[in-house]
């Protein structure tokens, strides 16, 4: 490769991590500011905590483009840990020092790569109910009032605040909402509609000269260090807020790892970005800034805008600063009813919309599984509801396989199959492949056959072969999508050899079958290999 050619990819590479940076800032600012707020850490201690955590973690992370900073379910955790302290930062900071420290230690065990096996009702109850509460919470300053300390406080208070609204608060508080939701998509990928709205929002309500609450403090210089609590006493009372932050934080981290991997076709090490982010979080609570996990909706702009290393990671905090340092005066003056805004759409965003899509076709003990979730997420406690979850999705995987354990007389194998698909591989060189798909397909196998299909060097046509009886879980149909895409994205063709009419069935309601297309389906595996053969040969 010739010098020229060289520097070219290298000012590639850097032009799209500094867009991707400058991208994932945009997006942070308004989220940073709304979710400090939010939790009573204060706006500047939002902006401190998505400085320190995105560039250290960045820094130390894996190489891949990884945005931290607060996130939705962090800001609920934070919250309900600051009721509880009575606000008191000194007590905020030995508990998420602590538990920045637990999520340092968790990277030393094997805890990180448990997360893959988390059922997706599980996870998708989970952010549901995260975004359910956000818009619950955000409701009260939406409307010009302090918000509660909790979705059923405010629920059963809604009828006294509609009455009492500050229509001012609420004047500026619609036009937020209409500008972050109805911006349309092709301006919201140039400038996010969240920055918009904050800017245009604040500049109307400062004109206008309107009566309503704002962040009005917000501190400019660098954060000051923080003395925790050292004594056993205070330890041994909030370990428990630490293990639930610690849980969040991590969680959090190691899904949108998953993501990142799944956009840039790379792999990370789950132990390095665990270590990363609990390293991050220990510096932002000694600070007295708002500690954090990885950023999925952040990390997702910034790839999208051309970044591929962590290098977006320092361009992100650095424009932070100059925002923060520059612009202060300007952020006093945002009205918190525009934040409440800005955070009823993140959590309108968090919702897993493309679930309820599907919600018709998926099994009952699913449903079950998401549901309880969902509602001991809103209505009792973020961490009690995962494990519930996953407690109840184990007891009710159990329950179908002891349903099912009878003894079966099956035949033996087809040799000549076993025969065909030897002499198929050496005479087309691996062009045509084909794998079985045995044995239950469900929640706990979906990721590790995911993993099997990250490189097929050389394949043209793979034809794919379920042979099993029992019906696919929400997980294995997205883990099955997800093949099917990475394979298409190597210009590898599928061909699916399904025999039981109820999974086919299942397969089409999904739209699974349209993806591939329905003249790639076959019955029998004969079929499919003379299918792809004379394919091959008329290339």
């Known amino acids: 490769m010739s010098f020229a050619e060289n520097f070219k990819i290298k000012l590639k590479i850097f032009s799209g991590d500094v867009f991707g940076g400058i991208n994932s800032a945009i997006i942070t600012l308004p989220q940073a500011l709304a979710f400090g707020v939010a939790t009573g850490f204060g706006a500047a201690a939002g902006i401190w905590g998505a400085v320190i955590l995105c560039f250290i973690a960045g820094m130390l992370g894996p190489k891949t483009p990884v945005v931290s900073g607060t996130t939705g379910p962090v800001a609920i955790v934070v919250a309900s840990m600051m009721l ?7 007590s905020a900071v030995t508990i998420l020092l602590c538990a920045a420290l ?14 893959k096996y988390m059922p997706y009702p599980v996870i998708s109850g989970f952010m549901n109910g995260v975004g359910i509460i956000i818009i ?4 009260n300053p939406l409307m010009g009032h302090k918000a509660m300390s909790s979705t059923v406080t405010t629920m059963l208070n809604l009828h006294n605040s509609i009455l009492t609204l500050n229509h001012q608060a609420l004047f500026i508080g619609i036009i937020t909402l209409a500008i972050v939701f109805l911006t349309p998509k092709s301006i919201n990928k140039i400038l996010p ?7 245009f929002c604040t500049w109307i309500s400062v004109k206008t000269g309107l009566h309503i609450d704002r962040i009005n403090d ?3 210089g660098f954060p000051a260090v923080v003395a925790p609590y050292f004594d056993i006493n205070h330890l041994i009372k909030f370990l428990p807020y630490a293990f639930t932050i610690a849980i969040v934080f991590s969680a959090e981290s190691m899904l949108t790892g ?22 991050g979080n220990i510096f932002c609570s000694i600070t007295g800034s708002l500690g954090g ?11 999208n805008s051309g970044a591929t290393t962590k290098f977006c990671a320092v361009v992100n905090p650095i424009l932070l600063i100059i925002l923060l340092f520059k612009f202060s005066g300007f952020v006093a003056q945002i009205p918190l009813a525009v934040l409440a805004a800005i955070l009823i759409k993140i959590g309108y965003d968090i919702i897993d919309v493309k679930l309820l899509k599907v919600l018709k076709y998926a099994p009952k003990d699913d449903l079950y599984v998401l549901f309880l979730v969902l509602f001991l997420t809103v209505f009792y406690n973020l961490i009690f509801a995962v494990g519930a979850g996953i407690t109840l999705a184990a007891l009710l995987y159990a329950k179908r396989v002891a349903d099912k354990a009878k003894l079966v007389h099956k035949s033996v194998y087809d040799k000549e199959i076993m025969e065909l698909e030897r002499v198929l591989e050496d005479d087309y060189k691996h062009k045509i492949r084909v794998v079985h798909i045995s044995g239950q397909f469900f929640f706990g196998s979906a990721t590790q056959l995911v993993s099997k299909f990250e490189d097929i060097l050389g394949t043209k046509y793979l034809i794919l072969n379920y042979e099993s009886d029992d019906l696919l879980d929400i997980s294995a ?12 994205s190597q210009e590898v063709e599928i061909i699916l050899v399904i025999k039981n009419e109820n999974v086919l069935k299942q397969l089409q309601d999904h739209k699974i079958t349209s993806q591939i297309g329905e003249h790639n389906l076959f019955y029998k595996e004969y079929d499919a290999i003379d299918y792809a053969k004379d394919k091959l040969k008329s290339v």
């Open 84 to 90: 509880a302290i009575n606000n008191d930062i000194r």
């Open 102 to 115: 637990l999520q340092l230690i968790a990277s030393f065990t094997n805890l990180p790569n448990l997360v």
């Open 136 to 139: 619950i919470l955000q409701l």
């Open 193 to 199: 509609s969240q920055i918009v709205a904050l800017i």
């Open 218 to 220: 917000v501190a400019v």
């Open 258 to 279: 998953l993501v990142t991997d799944s956009l840039t076709k790379t792999r990370h090490n789950p132990k390095h970005l665990l270590a990363a982010q609990g390293i």
């Open 293 to 303: 996990s990885a950023a999925t909706m952040r990390t997702v702009a910034a790839i």
């Open 477 to 488: 149909i997205f883990a099955l999508e997800d093949i099917i895409l990475r394979l298409q």
